[in-house]
């Protein structure tokens, strides 16, 4: 089993900057799949990114190639979110998750999340 605690959101203006942290427990975390999704007020819960194991494949959303960039490090059991040029329709709670395998990028795929730590992105 693993718990994920996120960490890093915050408040940053339009076109600013900021790195999520997931910090995971459980020994089998460097095998599992993680991923990045978010919520805004109102709506479903939406893919973001993700990362395979080995940090060798990851998977975006569109909305956010080129300006997200997803990365990992197992020594440390984290997973890190990096996120530029930020609009303020991305203002939701990103939650971090994890999967033994990765099925793909729906919620229903991954089995594992974190609480969420809000980014609020102000125009």
């Known amino acids: 089993q693993v718990q994920l605690v996120e960490s890093g959101g915050g408040l940053v203006q339009a076109g600013g900057s900021l790195r999520l942290s997931c910090a995971a427990s459980g020994r089998a975390f460097s095998t599992y799949a993680m991923a990045w999704f978010r919520q805004a007020p109102g709506k479903e819960r939406e893919f973001v990114a993700a990362?395979?194991?080995?940090?060798?494949?990851?998977s975006y959303a569109d909305s956010v190639k080129g300006r997200f960039a997803i990365s990992r490090d197992n020594a440390k059991n984290t997973v890190y979110l990096q996120m530029m040029s930020l609009k303020p329709e991305e203002t939701a709670v990103y939650y971090c998750a994890a999967d033994p395998s990765f099925r793909g990028t729906t919620v229903r795929e991954f089995e594992y999340w974190g609480q969420g730590t809000q980014v609020t992105v102000s125009s």
């Open positions: 990362i395979s194991w080995s940090g060798g494949f990851t």
